[in-house]
């Protein structure tokens, strides 16, 4: 190929180029020429109008379940097991003979011991009669008198240890597990088994700290189980004085059984009010926005262009609590303001809005 039919392709392609950029500046002119003004971004959202809510601080602390009777059953004297009269589990009633030891030796000693008080009942009595006659000294009849007296003490010591001896129930209660079995020997002071009664309500105690104001008796408080249960409880004792050295005041509430699976000895969680009932401007969670610098809202202002468009304004708030669904403001909003809440993230400060449902929370 020829400088000439080289020249010949250039100049059509540049005549091409030159065609093809003429061509879209003029298409790009018209086009802003017939446009209307820059398109501003809007967003739609979801809103709702703040209100006043009654709220009622609490705070959360764990306590214990307690039987208003409950006990660990022992034995005061040693000696053999001769009757066993309850198994583990056995629901007892009061009065309820459990077990026996072994009182023969005390049986024994206490025949002696009547026959004496016998023999000095008939000693003094015939030395009476001596007396009134100036047979004998008064001395006489005063030792007699006091060895009547003793060996009714004696009888009475015999007495009381056979009683002791004897293992009933206190109170009508249901009997824990126990490894007694007849002829096995307890030493004094053993733990024989444990009782708990059987009753209609049971305690729960917990302590809160002093700054806390005071709970009176009567107040409300909620348990809430391991298993999730919850139990609403009276107040109906406090401690007089703070734990020396925790300073904790400690409580004590009761809450009906109720066919309630709750043991005592079980933990609890405890929630307990703080103060009085308040007003405060409840919001729902899904309204918040957060940064490093706290927790904010959108605060939706009405436009005048007739659209019904509204205008976001970014608005700290300070919370007192939250949960999952919503949160109690300190301060931040006042009631019947609109807030963004569904769809509030995509927002930010001056945007445009538009609203797709606006309801009363």
């Known amino acids: 190929m020829n400088i000439k039919a080289w020249l010949i392709t250039l100049v059509v392609i540049s005549s091409v180029l030159f065609g093809l950029y003429t061509y879209k500046s003029n298409a790009i002119s018209s086009g802003a020429q017939g446009s209307s003004p820059a398109f501003e971004p809007a967003a739609t959202v979801e809103a709702v109008e ?3 809510s009654a709220f009622q601080q609490t705070t959360r602390v764990s306590g214990i379940v307690k039987a208003p009777q409950q006990l660990t059953l022992k034995n005061e004297l040693a000696g053999k097991i001769t009757e066993l009269h309850f198994k583990s589990g056995d629901v007892v009633k009061k009065g309820q003979v459990l077990l ?7 049986q024994a000693a206490l025949g002696a011991a009547k026959a004496r008080l016998t023999l000095s009942e008939q000693t003094l009595k015939r030395y009476k009669k001596l007396v009134s006659k100036n047979e004998i000294s008064a001395d006489l009849v005063d030792k007699a008198s006091s060895d009547v007296a003793i060996a009714k003490s004696d009888i009475q010591i015999l007495q009381t240890q056979i009683d002791k ?3 009933t129930a206190p109170f009508n209660a249901v009997v824990g597990l126990h490894d007694l079995t007849l002829g096995q020997y307890l030493d004094g002071n053993s733990n024989i088994t444990e009782l708990v009664g059987v009753t209609s309500t049971l305690w729960v105690e917990f302590s809160l700290p002093q700054s806390i104001p005071q709970l009176s008796i009567g107040e409300q408080v909620n348990l809430t189980t391991v298993n999730g249960l919850n139990v609403e409880a009276n107040i109906i004792a406090a401690n007089p004085v703070l734990g020396a050295q925790s ?17 005592p000895n079980a ?12 007003q405060r401007v409840l919001v729902p969670d899904l309204s918040l926005t957060h940064d490093q610098f706290g927790d904010y809202v959108f ?10 468009s509204y205008r976001a304004k970014r608005t700290q708030v300070w919370l007192t609590t939250k949960n999952a669904k919503q949160a109690v403001l ?3 909003l006042d009631a019947g303001q609109l807030i963004a809440t569904t769809g509030a993230f995509k927002l930010r400060e001056g945007m445009k809005v538009f609203i797709a449902q606006a309801k009363p929370e």
Do not use: C, W
């Open 299 to 308: 605060v939706l202002t009405p436009e005048d262009n007739g659209q019904g």
């Open 267 to 278: 933990l609890v969680s405890v929630t307990a009010p703080v103060g009085s009932e308040q």
């Open 165 to 167: 001896k004897t293992i």
């Open 50 to 52: 703040t209100r006043l």
């Open 330 to 332: 300190n301060k931040g």
């Open 100 to 106: 026996r030891i072994d009182v023969s030796n005390e």
């Open 247 to 263: 300073r904790h005041l400690k409580y004590r509430a009761e809450f009906p059984l109720n066919n309630n699976p709750v043991k």
